[in-house]
């Protein structure tokens, strides 16, 4: 393709993208295909000669639309949101026609000294402590993965890098804690035996007393307590864990506290939710995903240091082909986590501060709080239904009670959770919540408006009456 081909179908492009941004309300929110349905159209070898670019283009829409699933829907209730925005992605369309490498200073001096600089807005913005260094990471669970081994190797005196853990190393979390953690465990080689999953009290929250007693026990029984990774937002109800009590407790018996803020940290940028980082300055490291809640196309993923030389040494690799002059005033972030060759993520992080400006975000993110306290609002009026967690920022956890047996309540809500589903109009999602089968409404969509949260209301409600 030369260049000329390339700006025509750059423009087909771009005005097909506008026109999804338009319409991409009136598609069903689930890709409604079957397993199977889009790889059974897929030749099974590769094509041998270039095929025309019309070609490909009509495939894509004939055949891989339909197997889209459109997170981008103002009626994407489900999991979480992961919103992106023009500003985004412009940028990113500028960011793959760079190409440009992010692993060394040298490879792009912009990718290195902008990423700092965004890092450093993004602290500001959240009001983390002033000694966090930040670094964008892929994902919230490479993040995590970079603080338990961060925290491995403080623990071992830099030790288990050279020779392997000597004695066993002990990572705390709550019940409620995101997968990622237990992977995280996994790959970092603690094992799986020594990841304590630490009680949580009646809002879902750890309960600082039952971490410092698992901790003492640990060391009565001669392991090293390593790394708590706090919670501030779970996946199943966005509780919040106590960070300062927590934080109190990891500095007595020192031991790294990582903080997993994923979805939950994005909120913080409004003021009035400052109350989940209480506690900030015992924080370790820290991480939230602007490829959430903060209008930045996936993958961005942001992570806070306060010892930045501990994450350095954790990490770093002198080979020679990789040695430049400039090593010594220069931040080369390959040795701020595992990959080499990083993305040029910073740009589109920088675009979308500009763009929307702190207090656009803001606004954002004050709107879906709203919309989540209104919903709360209309289930604790409505016979039949009642929430089950606090809704600390903009998710709602509830469910149908009609008063019938545990289990059948289960599978009643698991009936309806698929009738509303099936309707194609929203998407939401559940979690096992107490042990109770719970349908989480995820509200962070960029273009969700209340109507759309009226209309999903308007939905359950309906199917709720045809369940019953
Ligand atoms: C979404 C989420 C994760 C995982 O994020 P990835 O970026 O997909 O790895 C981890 N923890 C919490 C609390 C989350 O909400």
Known sequence: MDTEQFRKYGYEFVDWIADYMEKVEQLPVRSEVLPGEIKKQLPHAPPQQGEPMAQIFSDFQQIIMPGITHWQHPCWFA???????????????????????????????????????????????????????GVIQDT??????????????????????????????????????????????????????????????????????????AIKNDVAAGLIPACVVASVGTTSSTAVDPVRKIGEICRRHNVWLHVDAAFSGTAAIAEENRWMLDGAEYIDSFVFNPHKWMLTNFDCSAYFVRDTEKLIRTFEIHPEYLKTGADKEVKNFRDWGIQLGRRFRALKLWFVIRSYGVEGIRQMVNEHLRLARL???????????????????????????????????????????????????????????????????AIGQRTTQEHHVREAWDIIRAKAAETL
Not at 97 to 123: C, D, I, K, Y
Request: glycine share 6%.
């Open 140 to 213: 919230a669970s490479t993040s995590t993965l970079c603080a338990l081994l961060t925290a491995r190797e403080t623990a071992t005196g830099f030790m288990a890098n050279e020779e392997g853990m000597r004695q066993p190393l002990v990572v705390y979390a709550s019940t409620e804690g995101h997968s990622s953690i237990d992977k995280a465990v996994k790959i970092a080689g603690y094992g799986k035996k020594n990841l304590r999953h630490i009680p949580t009290d009646e809002n879902y929250a750890m309960i600082p007393e039952k971490l410092e007693e």
């Open 375 to 441: 919903f709360k609002e209309w289930i604790e009026e409505e016979k039949h239904f009642e929430v089950l967690a606090p809704v600390h920022v903009s998710l709602v956890v509830f469910r149908l009670n009609n008063g019938a047996a545990e289990d059948e309540l289960d599978s009643l809500n698991r009936l309806l959770l698929e009738k509303v589903n099936a309707t194609g109009e929203v998407f939401l999602t559940h979690t096992s919540l107490g042990g109770r089968y719970a349908i989480r409404m």
């Open 79 to 133: 999991y979480f949101p992961a919103n992106n925005s023009p500003a985004s992605v412009l940028a990113e369309m500028l960011t793959a026609g760079m190409g440009a490498q992010a692993m060394v200073w040298q490879t792009s001096p912009a990718a290195t000294e902008l990423e700092e600089v965004v890092m450093e807005w993004l602290r500001q913005m959240l009001g983390l402590p002033e000694e966090m260094e």
